[in-house]
């Protein structure tokens, strides 16, 4: 699946980026586009950031940092690339003022007709991603024939007490969620990445990673051209059927031990033909593990407790195995299917091997869509709640204030002048 990716606002943009570092290694060890551009192009081509803090452009690796891909938005009046200074409000308006930057620097740049789809990617709680992402969403996807999805990427567990980030990451869900053309709207939670005791700052580098990291292989199954990596192919057409709505991405991947080549080994073995049954028990278990893990680190969480069972309310989910040749086989894709059946019961079904690429691990990527009733909806739903609740908060505060400085004033006014 080829992709033209936007990011917006200081997050979003650094994702992009790292789907850019992403991009170049597949094309280095692959030697597949998962963006748009020829052959000759940089990988670089159909990714794109959004901004309006220069300050924030100048972080970015990958994404060349000239007009025909870093767009600087609100040079021109009040906010003079100083950023939206968390009023999402600005950022909203700044990408409304600066549609037609936008809109010829992709047009002209990017490469869209070759585009399967275009992903638009920002955080929530600050200003400048969470106001323009929704603006962005829809003007692409009234000037482009293509679906179009929205990554949003929610805030820390210790921001949930900041009124401006709940406010944001509230009114920017509404925005995207309900009131935007997105086709479908990636969930990613920054709170699900944190591992131990790590300093938040040294966490980015890391979360941006294993986000772009997730969506690899899904990229890459259905560009191999090679026989030899082509199992059930997954394609850009059966992923482009399932992204709907509100949706999950997980990945889980384990090292498989190495086949023995030694020579008691091939004595005793038959030289890989034909497996011990206790091989292939092994390795279904081993799948097993791997396909619950890449459950439990989808990237918003999203489960239902029902009589006991965990399990997913989602119109549509999908799952790729991704393994050295003598993985993928039959029994596994089988289990994977099963599993899913009975994790999100009545879900349509999507699965594909991919084979040969990789020699020592397996993974599992997992896209729930469509998600319904579970963790992930109350999580929104907190969000709303809890910003209206401290908006009110705030505003009773500052009336409270304004009221004791009035008051103040009127003694004050007993004072001569000076
Ligand atoms: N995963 C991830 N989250 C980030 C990153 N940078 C910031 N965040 C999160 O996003 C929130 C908003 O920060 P930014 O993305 O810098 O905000 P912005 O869109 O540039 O908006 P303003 O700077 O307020 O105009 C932060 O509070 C963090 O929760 C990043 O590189 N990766
Ligand atoms: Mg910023």
Request: glycine share 10%.
């Amino acid at each position: 699946m080829k992709l033209v990716v936007v990011g917006a606002g200081q997050g979003g943009s650094n994702i992009a980026d790292e789907f850019v570092a992403l991009g170049k290694w597949v094309w280095k060890n692959r030697h597949i586009r998962i963006f748009t551009g020829e052959e000759g192009d940089p990988v670089s081509q159909g990714v794109f950031a959004v901004n309006l803090g220069a300050g924030d452009l100048y972080g970015l690796n990958h994404i060349p940092q000239t007009e025909d891909h870093t767009i600087l938005l609100g040079t021109t009046d009040e906010f003079r690339g100083r950023g939206a200074g968390k009023v999402n409000a600005d950022g909203a308006e700044q990408a409304r003022r600066g549609a037609s930057k936008i809109l010829s620097t992709i047009r002209d740049h990017g490469n869209v007709a070759k585009a399967d789809a275009i992903l638009v990617i920002a955080t929530t709680a600050g200003g400048t991603g969470s106001g323009s992402v929704g603006v962005i969403v829809d003007l692409l996807k009234e000037s482009f024939q293509k679906p179009v999805y929205a990554m949003l990427v929610l805030p820390f567990e210790n921001q949930y007490n900041d009124p401006d980030s709940m406010v944001n990451t509230a009114t920017c869900l509404k925005r995207v969620m309900e009131n935007s053309q997105a086709d479908a709207v990636f969930l990613v939670d920054n709170q699900k990445f944190v591992r131990g005791n790590q300093t938040m700052g040294a966490n980015y580098a890391k979360i941006n990673r294993q986000i772009a990291d997730s969506f690899m292989d899904i990229l890459c199954v259905g560009e191999e051209t090679e026989r030899r990596y082509i199992g059930e192919v997954l394609d850009a057409n059966d992923l482009i059927r399932i992204l709907h709505g509100p949706t999950a991405i997980g990945i889980s991947n384990a090292p498989i031990p190495k086949k023995s080549t030694s020579f008691m080994g091939r004595l005793l073995g038959d030289g890989g033909k034909s497996k011990h049954f206790s091989e292939s028990k092994t390795q279904i278990e081993r799948a097993h593990n791997v396909l619950h893990q890449a459950l439990a680190e989808l990237s918003i969480d999203c489960e239902l407790r029902e009589n006991g069972h965990i399990i997913y309310d989602a119109q549509h989910v999908l799952g790729l195995f991704s393994g050295p040749e003598h993985e993928a086989t039959e029994e596994i894709v089988e289990m994977m299917d099963n599993t899913l059946a009975e994790r999100v019961p009545g879900a349509g079904r999507r699965k594909g091997t991919y084979p040969g690429r990789t020699s020592d691990t397996i993974s599992f990527t997992v896209i729930i869509s469509n998600l319904g009733r579970g963790a992930a909806m109350n999580r929104v739903e907190t969000f709303y709640n809890d910003a209206l609740k401290m908006m009110n908060q705030v505003q009773h505060s500052r009336k409270g204030r304004a009221r004791r400085w009035e008051a103040a004033s009127k003694t004050a006014a007993g004072l001569p002048d000076l």
